[in-house]
């Protein structure tokens, strides 16, 4: 079976904290791939990065990292130095066979000024 | 620009009542998918659709239908068997079904059934 986890249902942080939103997923699949998907307010879901397992190289996009770690099976998201601007659901989702997203349940990143 | 449209934004029924959610987008997708979103359960797959007049259940099916009679539309009705229909419905798209292209959402539509 295929499944996301993402155990932290809401964080709250200060303003200029750096944050590390956790994913953990559950794939028979050899070859897979790991997305991050922002919601702010709006509702719209917004894609911030895909992974590759086949790539096991952090990713650096600005004030974002990702650390893919296969052995764990985890892909975490890290926000360096949080802005208001940041607050928003995350989630992490993982390419089921048909194409579509499994999702996680997603994070309530709150980020207080 | 380029994008998917989901209308109206918040949609109100009366229980018993079917209601239709458009869903169209001018990327030329082949894929399109609808999700729904419910208060700390993330994102569940209802249908989706590889390409024209094809289409298949996902993972929480029963009580919604669908159509694709063209590439850039995709409604999705929610039917008086659907027990719980309050929600935020998602609708996606992307080039193709598979992980060469991410997923485009829309901005969702919220349905109220009363």
């Known amino acids: 079976a295929q499944k996301v986890t993402q155990a932290q249902t809401e964080i709250s942080v200060v303003e200029k904290e750096d944050v590390t939103l956790d994913c953990v997923y559950e794939t028979r699949d050899t070859t897979y791939y790991l997305f991050w998907y922002k919601q702010p307010p709006s509702g719209e879901l917004v894609f911030l990065i895909r992974?590759?397992?086949?790539?096991?190289q952090n990713e650096i996009s600005g004030r974002y990292s990702w650390n893919f770690q296969k052995s764990t099976s985890s892909f975490n998201f890290t926000i360096t130095a949080s802005q208001v601007v940041d607050s928003a659901v995350y989630f992490c989702a993982l390419e089921g066979s048909q194409g579509n997203l499994i999702f996680g349940k997603g994070t309530k990143l709150s980020v207080k000024p | 620009d380029g994008g998917i449209t989901q209308s109206p934004k918040y949609l109100f029924r009366k229980e018993g009542q079917n209601v239709t959610l458009s869903c169209e987008q001018n990327?030329?997708?082949?894929?399109m998918y609808w999700y729904r979103q419910d208060p700390g359960q993330g994102l569940r797959l209802i249908y989706y659709s590889q390409i024209v007049n094809d289409f298949q259940k996902g993972d929480i099916a029963e009580g919604y239908s669908v159509s694709r009679e063209k590439k850039e539309s995709f409604p999705l009705t929610v039917t008086s068997a659907q027990k719980n229909p309050t929600a935020f419905y998602l609708c996606a798209s992307s080039i193709t079904a598979g992980s060469e292209s991410p997923l485009h959402f829309g901005n969702g539509t919220r349905l109220t059934v009363t």
């Open positions: 992974r590759n397992s086949f790539d096991e």
């Open positions: 990327l030329n997708h082949d894929a």
